[in-house]
């Protein structure tokens, strides 16, 4: 079992940005790929961003392209999404989960955390 806990979420003004962090616990932190995903009121869960076990390979949503950036401290069991520049469709309850692999999927991710809320204003 790897126990996700997700923190960093708040309120922030268009433009601006926040930082996500996920706390891992439990099984070797550093044997799982950790992606991030969101999820809007009334839309289905999406993929956001994803990173290899060693932090060497990253994927990230289209849209979120050169605004966010995932990496991870594999001495802390962390799991950080940067997010910068913020638009009011970034708007929703931000995932973090673990895997066996990198993927973007949702279905590919055995562990989540219960979710941190991130609220765009314009």
């Not at 069991?77 to 066996?100: F, H, I, K, R």
């Amino acid at each position: 079992q790897v126990q996700l806990v997700e923190s960093g979420g708040g309120l922030v003004q268009a433009g601006g940005s926040l930082r996500l962090s996920c706390a891992a616990s439990g099984r070797t932190f550093s044997n799982y790929c950790m992606g991030w995903f969101r999820q809007a009121p009334g839309k289905e869960r999406e993929f956001v961003a994803a990173i290899s076990w060693g932090g060497g390979n990253t994927y990230y949503l289209d849209s979120v392209k050169g605004r966010f950036s995932i990496s991870r401290d594999n001495t802390k069991n962390t799991v950080d999404l940067q997010m910068n520049n913020l638009q009011p469709e970034d708007t929703a309850v931000y995932y973090c989960a673990a895997g066996p692999r990198i993927a973007t999927s949702s279905f590919q991710y055995n562990y989540w955390g219960q979710g941190t809320q991130v609220t765009v204003s314009s």
